[in-house]
Nanobody, 124 residues
Framework: QVQLVESGGGLVQAGGSLRLSCAASGRTFSFYAMGWFRQAPGKERMFVAG????????SYADSVKGRFTISRDNAKKTMYLDMNSLKPEDTAVYYC?????????????????WGQGTQVTVSS
């Protein structure tokens, strides 16, 4: 079992930056691939970025490539999402997720555990 808690959301102006963190509990954090998803009002939850168990493999949605960076620190049981050059269309609730697999997952259905989410609002 894994419990996930996101932090770091907030209000930022367009062009600004934020760093999201996802703290995990449980002894086997390093055996889980992790991911970030986001959900805007009235829309489906969408994949943002994913990272393999070791951090050696990452994947990004086209809309965030070159602006967002996913990383993890297995010793601290924490995953991060560094978001730069933020745009109003990045406004959403951001969720971290874990899957019982070593490989990056790209789909909502591939993840087994979810955090409660953290709000990111980008003003124009």
């Amino acid at each position: 079992q894994v419990q996930l808690v996101e932090s770091g959301g907030g209000l930022v102006q367009a062009g600004g930056s934020l760093r999201l963190s996802c703290a995990a509990s449980g002894r086997t954090f390093s055996f889980y691939a992790m991911g970030w998803f986001r959900q805007a009002p009235g829309k489906e939850r969408m994949f943002v970025a994913g990272i393999s168990w070791s951090g050696g493999s990452t994947s990004y949605a086209d809309s965030v490539k070159g602006r967002f960076t996913i990383s993890r620190d297995n010793a601290k049981k924490t995953m991060y999402l560094d978001m730069n050059s933020l745009k109003p269309e990045d406004t959403a609730v951001y969720y971290c997720a874990a899957r019982r697999d070593l490989r990056v997952g790209l789909r909502f259905s591939e993840y087994d555990y979810w955090g409660q989410g953290t709000q990111v609002t980008v003003s124009s």
